[in-house]
C-alpha cells in the first residue's frame, strides 16, 4: 500500500492496488473492493519530508546533474535559465537573442525543437555561438515528437520532454482502465521513450522529464484526475523508466499556471521520491503562463518563492510575457535572497505540522467584523502612520476617488479596507467602506469616531482597561505568544492579530506562529504584517508576493499588511497586495491573464495580443482570460481559464470556454473582438462605465 500517506480526497482500493479515484462508482457502496479512505492529516509524522525544515533554511541536497560544463545540484548555486522566443529556423535571430539572454545572466538557454528541420538546425545554432565563444549549454525543449527529440540528444547539451504529450495524444477523454490495460499503456511508453533515455546516455546529456498541469494526457487524467497527485505520477512513470535502464542525468519539474497546484506538485514530488527512494533529483522552479508586468512578478514569486523557502529548487525560470532577458534579472533576484540565507533568530522546530502541504485549506477562524471566518475575503490594510499630511487625495493611491460634484466617494476593486494610521489624525469624512486604526494611546481621544479601531502591542492588549466593543488589533510576534495571551485571545471575540517578523527566515517564524495558534485551538484572525525599507518597486514585489504569499497559499492569514518605506509609490504598494491575494487566489480583484511567455513556437506576437485583449477587457473582475501562443499548452490550461485565445496556425486563433473549443481559424484582425462577443454572449461582459461602485 505505497503512498498511503500521500492520499487526501481519493481512497486506496486494496483489491487494485492502487488509488481509487471513484471510476467504478462504487465508493459509497464498495462490496467487492475493499475500500480505505486515508486523510492526510492522519498521517503526520510521513508528511514532513518534502524539506528538511519547516523553521531552519536548509537547502535540499540533491544530486549533481552535468549539463555541458554548467553543473546543476548538489553544492551548486541556483541556476537561473530561460527560453528564446525567435523561430528556431532563424539561425542568425536566435544566435543573437541567445548571447542577449547569456549577457544578461542566463546560465542555460532552451530553444524549442517542434520538428525534426528545428532539431537539426540546433547544430547550426550551437556552431555559431560556439564560432563567437560562447558555451552556455543549450536545451532542447520538446513536445509531441520523439524523432526530434532524439536527433537534439545527439546536438545539444540537455533535452527536455514533456511526459503529457511525448507518447500521448490529448482528447479530454475519460478512459475506464484495468490494471492489465494500464500497464499495457506503460509498456507502450517504455518502447517509445526508451530509445530517447539510451541516447542521452551515450552522448552524455541531460534530461528534465517536465510536466505541465495542462498538459496531463487523458491517461494520468483518468486515472489520477486534474490533481497534484497526476502531475507528480505522470513525471514518476518516465522516472522509473530512466531509473531502469540506469541513467541518472536527470532534472524534474512540475509546472503550473495556478502557484497553488505548481506548489502542492512539488512538495509531493519530492515526498514521493523521498517514499519510492527514487535519488534527489534536482528541481526546475517555475509557474508557467504567469504573464507579464507585475502580475507575472508577483505570480511567479508566490510559486517559486514558497518553494525557495523550504530550501527547494536547483534552476529557476521565470516564465514572463516580455523578451527573455527581461525575466534573468527577476530569477537572479529571487535566487541570490538564499545565497546567505539563515535565521537571525533561532526558530523553536515544529514537530508535528498540522497543515496539509498538498492541498489548500483555509484555517478556520472566527468571524471578527469583516475579517475572518470562513467567508470574509482576507482584508488589506494601507500604512499611512508615517505620513505627514493626509488629505482626501492621499486616498486615491489607495483606490478611493472623491467626487467633489457628487460629494460622493467612488470606491474601485483595489480599494484597501483599513488604513493604519499610528498617532496621525485626519479631520474629513472617509468612505463608508474604510476602517481606520490607531496606536491604543491616540485610539483613545478618537474612540467615539465611527470605524476607528485601536493596534496594541501583546503587553497593552493583555493590561488594557478600555477596548472598542467591535474590532480590536493586537500586534505580535512569535515571542509573544504565551499561555496569558493565548488565554485571552480565545475569549475575545473583537481581537485580531497583526503577526510580523523580525528575522531574515521571516515565512518560517511566522509559520511558526500560525501554529502555535492551531496547536492551542485559538482561532483569532491574523493579518500578515511585513515590514520592508529601501527597496525598489520590484524587489518589494518579489519579496513581499514571497514572504506573504507563501502563507496565504497553505491557508493561512486572514489579511495582508505592507509596510514600505522608501519602496515606491503609495498606489503601487496597495496594489501589490491585492496582486498577492489575486495569485493566491484568495481575493480576486481584477481580471486575471494566464499568459505564455512566448518561443519559437508561438504564432502570433504574444506581448502586443496580450497588451490589447488586456485594454478591452481590464474591467472583469474576476474573469480569468488565456493567451497561448500555440497548441501545446492551450487545451489544458483553457481548463483553468473562463476564455481562452490560442494561436492554431498561421494569422488564424482557436478560441475556447474553458476547455472547449468554441470557434477555429477566427482570423487575427477578428480574434479579439469575437473573443468579446463570446464572453458577452455568457453574460459575462460589463461596460466599462458600469465598474465604478459609488
Not at 498540522?354 to 477562524?365: L, S
Not at 481559424?665 to 454572449?681: F, R, Y
Request: net charge negative; charged share 25%.
Amino acid at each position: 500500500m505505497q503512498g498511503l500517506s500521500l492520499m487526501t480526497t481519493f481512497g486506496y482500493c486494496i483489491k487494485r492496488d492502487t488509488v481509487c479515484v471513484n471510476t467504478c462508482g462504487l465508493q459509497d457502496e464498495c462490496i467487492i473492493f475493499e475500500l480505505k479512505i486515508i486523510f492526510v492529516n492522519d498521517q503526520i509524522t510521513n508528511l514532513r519530508k518534502y524539506c528538511d525544515s519547516l523553521t531552519e533554511y536548509s537547502r535540499r541536497k540533491t544530486r549533481v546533474v552535468n549539463i555541458g560544463d554548467v553543473p546543476m545540484g548538489g553544492d551548486n548555486p541556483i541556476r537561473i535559465q530561460s527560453m528564446t522566443t525567435i523561430d528556431t529556423m532563424d539561425t542568425k535571430g536566435s544566435v543573437e537573442q541567445t548571447i542577449r539572454m547569456i549577457k544578461a545572466g542566463c546560465e542555460y538557454v532552451r530553444i524549442t525543437a517542434p520538428s525534426i528541420k528545428e532539431a537539426q538546425n540546433l547544430q547550426e545554432i550551437k556552431n555559431e555561438l560556439r564560432r563567437q565563444g560562447y558555451k552556455t549549454p543549450l536545451i532542447a525543449d520538446i513536445h509531441f515528437t520523439p524523432n526530434a527529440a532524439e536527433l537534439a540528444a545527439r546536438i545539444v547539451e540537455k533535452v527536455r520532454v514533456n511526459p503529457g504529450n511525448y507518447a500521448d495524444k490529448k482528447k479530454f477523454e475519460e478512459i475506464e482502465y484495468t490494471n492489465a490495460s494500464y500497464d499495457d499503456e506503460l509498456e507502450r511508453i517504455r518502447k517509445k521513450f526508451t530509445p530517447l533515455v539510451k541516447i542521452c546516455k551515450e552522448y552524455g546529456t541531460a534530461m528534465r522529464i517536465g510536466t505541465n498541469h495542462g498538459s496531463l494526457s487523458d491517461r494520468i487524467m483518468s486515472r489520477y484526475g486534474d490533481t497534484p497527485l497526476g502531475m507528480v505520477e505522470s513525471a514518476l512513470e518516465f522516472l522509473r523508466i530512466c531509473e531502469d535502464l540506469n541513467y541518472y542525468n536527470i532534472v524534474l519539474s512540475m509546472k503550473a499556471s495556478n502557484p497553488q497546484v505548481m506548489v502542492q506538485a512539488y512538495r509531493l514530488l519530492v515526498q514521493k521520491l523521498d517514499d519510492e527512494k527514487f535519488q534527489p533529483y534536482p528541481l526546475h522552479l517555475g509557474v508557467t503562463e504567469a504573464g507579464d508586468g507585475e502580475d507575472g512578478r508577483i505570480k511567479s514569486s508566490v510559486g517559486i518563492g514558497t518553494l525557495l523557502e523550504d530550501g527547494l529548487g536547483d534552476t529557476i525560470r521565470v516564465s514572463l510575457t516580455e523578451e527573455p532577458e527581461a525575466e534573468v534579472p527577476v530569477a537572479q533576484e529571487l535566487a541570490d535572497r538564499y545565497v546567505h540565507r539563515k535565521s537571525t533568530v533561532t526558530i523553536p522546530e515544529i514537530e508535528n505540522y498540522p497543515i496539509n502541504p498538498f492541498e489548500y485549506t483555509r484555517r478556520h477562524t472566527k468571524e471578527v467584523l469583516t475579517i475572518g471566518g470562513q467567508h470574509h475575503v482576507p482584508r488589506v490594510i494601507a500604512d499611512f502612520s508615517s505620513k505627514e499630511k493626509i488629505t482626501p487625495a492621499s486616498l486615491f493611491s489607495l483606490g478611493y476617488q472623491y467626487s467633489v460634484p457628487l460629494d460622493k466617494w467612488n470606491i474601485g476593486d483595489m480599494a484597501c479596507d483599513f488604513i493604519f494610521l499610528g498617532d496621525k489624525k485626519i479631520d474629513f469624512e472617509i468612505p463608508g467602506t474604510l476602517g481606520l486604526i490607531y496606536n491604543y494611546k491616540t485610539w483613545l481621544d478618537q474612540k467615539n469616531i465611527d470605524r476607528a479601531y485601536p493596534r496594541m502591542g501583546a503587553t497593552e492588549y493583555l493590561n488594557a482597561q478600555t477596548l472598542s466593543d467591535k474590532l480590536n488589533f493586537c500586534y505580535v510576534t512569535l515571542t509573544d505568544i504565551n499561555d496569558e495571551l493565548i488565554s485571552k485571545l480565545k475569549n475575545d471575540n473583537t481581537v485580531v492579530l497583526i503577526i510580523n517578523a523580525n528575522n531574515d527566515h521571516g515565512l518560517a517564524e511566522q509559520r511558526r506562529l500560525f501554529v502555535d495558534l492551531i496547536d492551542r485551538e485559538c482561532k483569532t484572525p491574523v493579518i500578515i504584517s511585513r515590514t520592508y525599507r529601501n527597496l525598489s518597486v520590484e524587489l518589494l514585489q518579489l519579496y513581499s508576493a514571497t514572504d506573504i504569499g507563501g502563507l496565504l497559499i497553505d491557508g493561512l492569514g486572514d489579511g495582508v499588511f505592507i509596510s514600505a518605506e522608501n519602496c515606491g509609490p503609495d498606489k503601487i504598494v496597495n496594489e501589490t497586495a491585492f496582486n498577492i491575494l489575486q495569485a493566491t487566489r484568495t481575493r480576486i480583484s481584477k481580471t486575471e491573464y494566464i499568459s505564455c511567455p512566448s518561443c519559437g513556437r508561438t504564432l502570433f506576437d504574444l506581448q502586443e495580443t496580450t497588451a490589447k485583449i488586456r485594454l478591452r477587457t481590464s474591467h472583469l473582475k474576476g474573469i480569468k482570460i488565456g493567451i497561448m501562443g500555440c497548441i501545446v499548452n492551450g487545451p489544458g490550461e483553457m481548463a483553468d481559464a473562463d476564455y481562452g485565445y490560442v494561436g492554431s496556425g498561421p494569422g488564424r486563433i482557436t478560441l475556447y470556454r474553458g476547455k472547449d473549443v468554441v470557434k477555429r481559424n477566427v482570423p487575427t484582425a477578428q480574434a479579439v473582438d469575437q473573443l468579446i462577443e463570446l464572453i458577452k454572449e455568457d453574460s459575462n461582459w460589463i461596460e466599462v462605465q458600469e465598474v465604478t461602485k459609488v
